[in-house]
């Protein structure tokens, strides 16, 4: 076994023995009023990638794996953090989230073995995320708590490698030069509030909402802002789909309604975000790699489509993304397809 196969094999490690105690105590309180009667969970499979649109460069792929669980109250450590935001106080059913992920990130020119000087630089990120909210007709908040590592620890290498093979795609050459090996921690905020509402059970209609939030940490920090438009029929009680960081996401917690019952619409909006850190292109906190200078502020127009039938949900997203750094040949598009199932 290589040294760098060795320090990943450890860094994996780390992170599970990092993320293990606390979804043990997630699953232990979450739990312990229904130990003889297990209340079903949504498990989760959400899927990006810049392939959707035809192309292979900056942001260009991230998968997250979630489970999300409804119970009397969401474990007590995330349940303090959560208190400390606005929107939690009132509310006595706070369902939570453990969440894996992974993204990758390259230049645009991944032939290309040097180091890019005026395009980002190639990084990976194996993550961990708990995430507590509330849910209801009118808006939604939500906290989460996120520990991961970004570096050859992170896989990126192997993934991509692996993923371009099956698909015959051109072989990436250019990771001697990604971020070096650095955790992250990240703590975020966010609040949707649905301020027109023409909607009616089994019937066609449509809904305006808007959302804020914050997020902190090594990895992302930045402020964002923005709304979207829902038209369709019998339209329920979410906020759109999930989506991967750094985007404000929807919903991922939707209610399983009877195996004839369904809904479908679609939704349009826009985000922006005034950006204070981005490690994926700025470089390492501390030496490492240096990256590029960032744009400050982003924005991105989103539309896509979603369908939920009794206990399942499929939805897909098509992002437009304006350019990110300093120097960014032009903006980037990729699509974000979910699928979430009661079990």
């Not at 050859?152 to 070096?180: M, N």
Request: glycine share 10%; net charge negative.
């Amino acid at each position: 076994m290589s040294s760098s196969t060795r320090f990943s094999s450890v860094c994996c490690t780390i992170l599970w023995l990092l993320a293990y105690p606390l979804a043990a105590q997630a699953e232990e309180e979450g739990d312990r009023d229904q130990r003889q009667d297990r209340v079903p969970a949504i498990w989760m499979v959400e899927y990006e990638n810049d392939l959707f649109a035809g192309e292979d460069r900056f942001y260009t792929s991230g998968i997250r794996l979630s489970r999300i669980a409804e119970v009397r109250e969401a474990p007590s450590w995330l349940e303090s953090v959560a208190m400390r935001f606005p929107g939690f106080a009132e509310h006595d059913v706070l369902p939570y989230r453990l969440s894996i992920g992974h993204n990758i990130y390259t230049p645009a020119d991944i032939e290309n073995p040097a180091f890019p000087p005026d395009d980002r630089p190639y990084a990976a990120w194996l993550y961990s995320q708990f995430s507590t909210g509330t849910l209801h007709p009118k808006g939604a908040d939500r906290v989460r708590v996120g520990l991961g590592l970004v570096g050859p620890a992170a896989l990126g290498r192997q993934v991509q490698k692996y993923a371009h093979e099956l698909i015959d795609s051109p072989i990436p050459v250019g990771w001697d030069t990604q971020l070096r090996n650095e955790p992250t921690l990240q703590l975020a905020y966010d609040r949707i509030r649905r301020f027109l509402d023409r909607a009616e059970p089994e019937q066609f209609g449509f809904d305006l909402s808007w959302l804020a939030g914050i997020t902190a940490g090594n990895a992302h920090s930045h402020a964002t802002l923005g709304g979207f438009l829902r038209l369709g029929y019998n339209l329920p009680d979410d906020y759109g789909p999930p989506r991967i960081s750094p985007a404000a996401s929807g919903s991922s917690y939707f209610r399983a309604e009877g195996a004839q019952d369904s809904s479908f619409y679609v939704f349009v909006g826009a985000e922006g975000r005034q950006v204070f850190r981005d490690m994926f292109l700025q470089g390492n906190s501390f030496g490492g790699v240096n990256g590029v200078r960032i744009e400050r502020q982003v924005g991105e127009y989103f539309a896509g489509a979603v369908y939920t039938r009794g206990v399942f949900r499929l939805a897909y997203s098509h992002v437009w993304r304006t350019r990110e750094f300093i120097g960014q040949p032009d903006d980037q598009s990729y699509g974000a397809l979910s699928f979430s199932v009661w079990w």
